[in-house]
């Protein structure tokens, strides 16, 4: 058997392969590019009917990285799956707030999760245009509790909860917001979808 | 909408809710363990059918996390995903070489990519017991094939490489070895898959 080295090679490959699987979707080209890289991601053709993009997403998102906004993430875990020397390059940065003894403190102090806390402390600094919400549905309701309050404002929130409690109803309340979001239907997402569909936002500028 | 913030509730009846889902599942209740853990990390009951684990594999795992044995990642996102503070109890620390900028030096030197030159690297020191490898198919070829070439003697491999080119085959091969594994048969997988396997077996000490 041949062994395909070639990172590059491999990527273009695969995107030929799920390419055929999503011409029919109906869509512009930038957002057909944010389905085929969470599929490429978790190689599961769900997402094609499950990733919803509100109209104004892709324009808001890439505006705001072109003006040097970081990227929020809930967890670790998805800070470290988001390209952070192309998001450098806009002069961004990732910023995760979840394992700041100071935001575990004062949650324990307020008796919020640590996942609320960080919002909150994000909220702070206009800087935070971008929300990358992969985990956790009380990240997600608290940040669009601060929206609501006037606490918060981001120009993208991509939020992908995923789970059996919580999740899917979060991102239902997301989708009638009146904001620009990029999110997933039902039960699955995770940090690995919220990844993808970050770093496709990266990719096109 | 009644929000539960506990993350420990949400956690409970998250598993209760996929405990009715694989409760016929036929194999030891550490192995199910494992499966409702990826299960509730991705939404995607496809891994109940999906994931294999070879028959020595938990026991094999226990028994290197303790002895104290480090946990070898093949990307950054993947460490991110396991729980450090739950291996370090045990005396193992998290080790992925991709980003170590002598690692990239000598693959390019060698003209092989850097998931394999860290395999490499990785392979080098006894303490790297247990392999858990969730994106690269190179990868995992390349460990095999060090295993097979008595360059290194890994004690468990999780590997669950996702993806269109190579995975599906690097899963197939990984099969076939005749040492401790776990890994997810076709193309799913990827980081968030391979850190519920891990974090499964460090909870269960």
Same mark, same amino acid.
């Given at each position: 058997?041949?062994?395909?080295?070639?990172?590059?090679?491999?990527?273009?490959?695969?995107?030929?392969?799920?390419?055929? +699987?999503?011409?029919?979707?109906?869509?512009?080209?930038?957002?057909?590019?944010?389905?085929?890289?969470?599929?490429?991601?978790?190689?599961?053709?769900?997402?094609?009917?499950?990733?919803?993009?509100?109209?104004?997403?892709? +324009?808001?998102?890439?505006?705001?990285?072109?003006?040097?906004?970081?990227?929020?993430?809930?967890? =670790?875990?998805?800070?470290?799956?988001? =390209?952070?020397?192309?998001?450098?390059?806009?002069?961004?940065?990732?910023?995760?707030?979840?394992? =700041?003894?100071?935001?575990?403190?004062?949650?324990? +102090?307020?008796?919020?999760?640590?996942?609320?806390?960080?919002?909150?402390?994000?909220?702070?600094? %206009?800087?935070?245009?971008?929300?990358?919400? !992969?985990? /956790?549905?009380?990240?997600?309701?608290?940040?669009?509790?601060?929206?609501?309050?006037?606490?918060?404002?981001?120009?993208?929130?991509? !939020?992908? %909860?995923?789970?059996?409690?919580?999740?899917?109803?979060?991102?239902?309340?997301?989708?009638?917001?009146?904001? %620009?979001?990029?999110?997933?239907?039902?039960?699955?997402?995770?940090?690995?979808? /919220?990844?993808?569909?970050?770093?496709?936002?990266?990719?096109?500028?």
């Amino acid at each position: 058997m041949e062994i395909i080295q070639n990172p590059e090679a491999i990527e273009d490959k695969s995107m030929n392969i799920i390419e055929e +699987e999503v011409a029919d979707l109906e869509c512009s080209d930038q957002e057909k590019k944010i389905v085929k890289r969470v599929i490429h991601a978790t190689a599961d053709f769900d997402f094609k009917d499950l990733i919803i993009i509100s109209e104004d997403a892709v +324009e808001a998102g890439l505006q705001a990285l072109e003006s040097g906004s970081n990227i929020v993430t809930d967890v =670790n875990m998805l800070r470290a799956g988001i =390209n952070d020397r192309k998001l450098g390059s806009f002069g961004g940065e990732l910023k995760c707030f979840i394992s =700041n003894d100071d935001v575990a403190k004062e949650a324990k +102090e307020k008796g919020i999760t640590r996942s609320m806390m960080s919002m909150r402390r994000a909220a702070k600094n %206009p800087d935070n245009k971008i929300f990358a919400i !992969g985990n /956790a549905p009380t990240a997600l309701f608290e940040l669009m509790k601060l929206i609501k309050a006037g606490k918060a404002d981001p120009e993208l929130i991509i !939020g992908t %909860p995923v789970g059996f409690v919580g999740a899917k109803e979060s991102k239902a309340e997301l989708e009638k917001m009146d904001l %620009p979001f990029i999110t997933v239907r039902g039960r699955k997402g995770g940090s690995s979808v /919220a990844a993808s569909i970050t770093n496709a936002l990266l990719y096109m500028k």
